[in-house]
């Protein structure tokens, strides 16, 4: 999910890119070549039970009742709850596109010499994660940001849009977005974050297995019917977001459905704050248990 909040986050990313974290020293860069990126058991921290807020156009003081918060890398984790950070990694946001074509262009994905945006997000760039010395480079500048995350406090990570392959025109392949959101584990892991499976239902127990990836964070699961596809991997720690512009039926038919993910919320597309009269926040509560 794109928002005005998220395009700040690779902004910072770029200035910082190959410098410090802040603080601290940025990890090493992972290779293909490294161990498995699954964290042992116990060494991150996975969702508790409960409902988990989704508030990447801004953050706010959440819903009482609420036990995590997803947020923009640009801002703080809430206070005493689990806290998720929203980080991009697989393409850029609109107000990166100069950066990237100016500082970085041969990671950008190119076709006849031009590139290639995503046709869902208009002028957001799709980063080459064709090869391996790309995805080193691409993971090593995303991974500033990755750093800030676990130096900021935040609990776990999700990071977009791992499904950019099935809108590159056959240039890229799931191979690659998952070597790629290996090598992000691996980062993140070595940080004592956990990571989330953000979307791409299609990828199953090669999230878990291959990429390392210790939950799912799922927009319209339910909407599409792809629910069950997330639990059969990752079981109760599944967080569903849907939206309440496109909701299949009622929310109410979405809580009381066996599939629903444990935590699902209802939230309005553009995901504003409590001050905009757009602003929509709904949870299933008591339905579902871990």
Not at 26 to 32: C, D, Q, R, Y
Not at 174 to 186: C, Q, R, V, Y
Not at 197 to 205: D, M, R, T, V
Not at 233 to 260: K, N, Q, T
Request: proline share 6%; with cysteine.
């Amino acid at each position: 999910m794109k928002t005005p909040r998220a395009a700040a986050a690779l902004v910072a990313v770029l200035v910082l890119s190959g410098c410090a974290a802040q603080p601290g020293t940025a990890a090493p860069v992972a290779t293909e070549r490294a161990a498995p990126a699954a964290a042992p058991a116990g060494a991150v921290r996975l969702p508790p039970p409960g409902v988990v807020d989704y508030q990447l156009g801004g953050a706010y003081t959440p819903p009482e009742g609420v036990v995590g918060v997803s947020r923009d890398s640009s801002d703080d984790p809430a206070p005493g709850l689990y806290s998720i950070c929203y980080v991009n990694g697989f393409q850029t946001q609109p107000a990166d596109r100069e950066e990237w074509l100016t500082d970085h262009a041969d990671l950008v994905l190119q076709n006849d010499g031009e590139p290639v945006i995503d046709e869902n997000w208009p002028d957001e760039l799709i980063v080459d994660t064709s090869t391996a010395d790309k995805r080193d480079r691409i993971a090593d500048i995303v991974g500033v940001t990755l750093d800030r995350c676990a130096v900021g406090g935040f609990d776990a990570v999700e990071i977009d849009n791992l499904d950019s392959y099935s809108r590159s025109g056959g240039a890229l392949t799931e191979d690659d977005a998952i070597a790629l959101a290996t090598l992000f584990a691996t980062r993140v892991h070595a940080a004592g974050l956990a990571i989330a499976q953000k979307n791409s239902a299609e990828l199953g127990e090669r999230g878990r297995d291959e990429a390392g990836f210790d939950f799912a964070v799922a927009e319209e699961c339910y909407r599409f019917y792809e629910c069950g596809a997330y639990s059969d991997v990752y079981g109760s720690h599944v967080i569903d977001i849907e939206y309440s512009d496109d909701l299949r039926g009622e929310f109410a038919d979405a809580c009381a459905d066996p599939a629903a993910a444990t935590s699902t919320i209802l939230r309005d597309r553009d995901l504003t704050t409590p001050s905009s009269p757009d602003y929509v926040f709904d949870a299933c509560r008591g339905t579902h248990s871990y």
